[in-house]
């Protein structure tokens, strides 16, 4: 069996959105699921409106997701010397022309067409008149008059195009550069492209395509065309439905890991498991059970995904995407035991990374802010004895681990007579600020006796003053 070749060739004029990372992920697991290879190209020919910013940021996008490349970056703006070749060869085949109708001309084309109901076409007035080059020539492609096209989509089956509806289209214009159907053709079958998966908003250009590989003897590709991403209200995902762009889901504390099991989610299924970790999708995701309707994007069911992933991922592969929430929030957060053990306790109970750093603000504050609410409810008069008795207690004792704390609360509570609730409340109020936290236990191994007895002797003082 041939080795599957596929590819992602985005236009750099913007930022990697979510569809289009979509595209990408679908190309990419693929060949990894098949052992193929995975091209980047970048569709730079539209030179007005491509930057090198946007390639950057695509690559910055894709780095992040995880998805990399067997080959590529290629630009097409260094390739013009191989479409100018590939125009020859269809030149010297008699499956292009020169043509010097003038824009007037193709004007008064177009007018008339639309004038009668018709398709504004080329009415072919140069195809049999083997015109030499000129500066002011285009060159044409000779397409068929009659017959059918047909695009075999592994998704949407067989889609048939008349070829009467097709015209001579231009594959370069008079200042010599390349057109897009055309380069996308040349580019495919020099790079060995054997698959290629993209939205449906290419399937007017596939047509056209397939001609030119036919002109060119070249073997079709496996064509499939995607659903088009929506947003909640059944249209067309766009800026309006949230934030489009990949890095912004980076940004607000999304996983990589929980995208790319959404995004592929998003058109893709295998049987109803909705949580896939990027080697189960290696192994698992075939052209097979690509779905026909489009994705509606669900903020909700991303978050809920991406808890998931946040809660099975070891602390230290969770650390690289955590600091740098936790530095801005100016905590002096590092890779180690300790925040390891911070991860742990809250890593159960966070839908994004924001959320996991701004809930670890305890453990990282110098000194505890206090929630109005928690000190009104659980700062009060009779929390003084159980909490100085602890102190007391807690001093004595050399060993800091849950084990000994539990022994300590235990004797507490036999001294004072208290249920460990009225003593365990003070304490998170104590220790975190809060009402809700992790189990305080676990707290304040973490913690450590000195800043324990700190804070617990911060709350005394906060009580006394109260008075
Ligand atoms: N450059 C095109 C885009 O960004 C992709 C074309 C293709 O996949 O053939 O939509």
Known sequence: MRMVITRFPPSPTGYLHVGGARTALFNWFYARHTKGRFVLRIEDTDTARSTQASADSIFEALEWLGIDWDEGPYFQSQ?????????????DTGHAYYCTCS???????????????????????????????????????????????????????????????????????????????????VDDITMGINTVIRGDDHVNNTPRQIMLYEALGAELPVFGHLPMVLGKDKTRLSKRHGAMSVTAYRDMGFLPEAMINYLIRLGWSYGDQEFFTREELIEKFSLEHIGKSAGVFDIDKLLSLNADHIKITPPRLLTPHLLPFLKAKGYSAEEGIYLDQVIQTLNARSKTLEELAES???????????????????????????????????????????????????????????KLGKIAHPVRVALTGKTASPGIFEIMEILGKEQVLARLKQAVRHIVDMK
């Open 79 to 91: 390739r013009f010397h191989i479409y100018a070749e590939y125009v020859q060869k269809l030149l």
């Open 360 to 418: 670890s603000r305890f453990y990282y504050a110098d000194a505890v802010s206090y929630e109005p609410s928690a000190v009104d409810k659980f700062f009060k008069m009779e929390a003084l004895n159980p909490l100085n008795l602890l102190i007391q207690k807690m001093e004595a004792t050399p060993n800091f681990t849950v084990a000994v704390l539990e022994a300590i609360f235990l004797s507490v509570m036999e001294a004072t007579g208290l």
């Open 103 to 185: 824009p007037e001309k193709l004007d008064a084309m177009r007018q008339n067409a639309m004038a009668t109901g018709g398709k504004p076409k080329y009415d072919g007035t140069c195809r049999e008149k083997i015109l030499p080059k000129s500066n002011d020539a285009v060159v044409r492609f000779r397409a068929p008059l009659t017959g059918t096209t047909v695009i075999q989509d592994v998704v949407k089956g067989d889609i048939v195009f008349q070829n009467t509806e097709q015209d001579d289209f231009i594959i370069q214009r008079s200042d010599g550069t390349p057109t897009y159907n055309f380069v996308v053709v």
